[in-house]
């Protein structure tokens, strides 16, 4: 990798959206593809990363706030804070959610991850609590979630197709 090229860090902009969509469609398959069979799991992607899909109607949510990592050729990451969805329990009013941080797997170790974190918890230092979830067996996740102060406080499900997974629900206090 090399480590001189131009990484721009902003909201994104409406032209972006499309690679957005598929920069994060990439990463969740990356990640998640050899869990899942292949039919529930194509029908998922589009249902979230599709042109009408649930990243699309978020994109256009003025309540939702973005921070794209974008390089040579387009988006490498990016991080989005909602209003708390996770179903924590006993949040305190205020509190938001980490709903993703996303990092194209070639970018891991190179600083992109942990930018993007440091915006996220900038834009929610007013919150009393940020939440996130994670897939319980992703370890690397969890490793990086760690270092910026998030405890595991919950569970949660996950459901692709017939297959429930368990999810952790993780939250950081100031």
């Known amino acids: 990798m090399d480590d001189q090229r131009v990484i721009d860090y902003a909201a994104p902009t409406a032209d972006q959206h499309d690679a957005l969509r598929a920069m994060a469609r990439r990463c969740f398959a990356d990640t998640f593809?050899?869990?899942?069979?292949?039919?529930?799991?194509?029908?998922?992607?589009?249902?979230?990363?599709?042109p009408d899909g649930g990243m699309a109607r978020d994109l256009q949510d003025?309540?939702?706030?973005?921070?794209?990592?974008?390089?040579?050729?387009?988006?490498?990451?990016?991080?989005?804070?909602?209003?708390?969805?996770?179903p924590a329990e006993a949040p305190l009013?205020?509190?938001?959610?980490?709903?993703?941080?996303?990092?194209?797997?070639?970018?891991?170790?190179?600083?992109?991850?942990?930018?993007?974190?440091?915006?996220?918890?900038?834009?929610?230092?007013?919150?009393?609590?940020?939440y996130l979830t994670v897939f319980d067996h992703n370890e690397?996740?969890?490793?990086?979630?760690?270092?910026?102060?998030?405890?595991?406080?919950?569970r949660c499900t996950f459901m692709l197709g017939d297959r429930v997974d368990d999810d952790r629900i993780w939250c950081r206090r100031p």
């Open 140 to 154: 690397r996740a969890k490793r990086f979630y760690r270092r910026y102060g998030f405890t595991e406080v919950g």
């Open 33 to 50: 593809a050899r869990h899942y069979d292949p039919e529930p799991f194509g029908a998922f992607l589009e249902t979230t990363y599709g």
């Open 62 to 86: 003025p309540e939702l706030r973005w921070f794209v990592a974008v390089g040579d050729a387009g988006p490498i990451g990016y991080a989005k804070l909602t209003p708390l969805r996770a």
């Open 93 to 130: 009013p205020g509190a938001l959610e980490l709903q993703q941080l996303y990092v194209l797997k070639e970018w891991h170790g190179t600083g992109v991850a942990d930018r993007l974190m440091e915006w996220a918890l900038a834009a929610a230092a007013e919150a009393p609590e940020v």
